[in-house]
């Protein structure tokens, strides 16, 4: 029971990244699945969350416009896009629902 996350990487300022995140082991059903993000020397911090049941959606006030958070229950899979990323935007991001993801890096160079 795990929630497997992929994507991320480097990629020049201004430029797009998408964050995968599958459940294995258990379905998303109702949960609520958060995005965090963890900067070098800051605390977590939430970036997005999503309601498997509605698909309601909820954003930090510094993504809004830039990212975009997405499910697909079929794959039990929830998705974060990033567009126009910042260097600020740098950070190990996690998805979480029930248990954490793995985390991936994110590396955003001017």
């Known amino acids: 029971v795990q929630l497997v996350q992929s994507g991320g990487g480097l990629v020049q300022a201004g430029g797009s990244l998408t964050l995968s995140c599958t459940a294995s082991?258990?379905?998303?059903?109702?949960?609520?699945i958060g995005w965090f993000r963890e900067a070098p020397g800051k605390s977590r911090e939430g970036v997005a969350c999503i309601t498997a049941s509605d698909g309601s959606k909820h954003y930090t006030d510094s993504m809004k416009g830039r990212f975009t958070i997405s499910a697909d229950k079929a794959k039990n899979t929830v998705y974060l896009q990033m567009n126009d990323l910042k260097q600020e935007d740098t950070a190990k991001y996690f998805c979480a629902a029930k248990y954490w993801g793995q985390g991936t890096q994110v590396t955003v160079s001017t």
């Open positions: 082991g258990f379905t998303f059903d109702d949960d609520a």
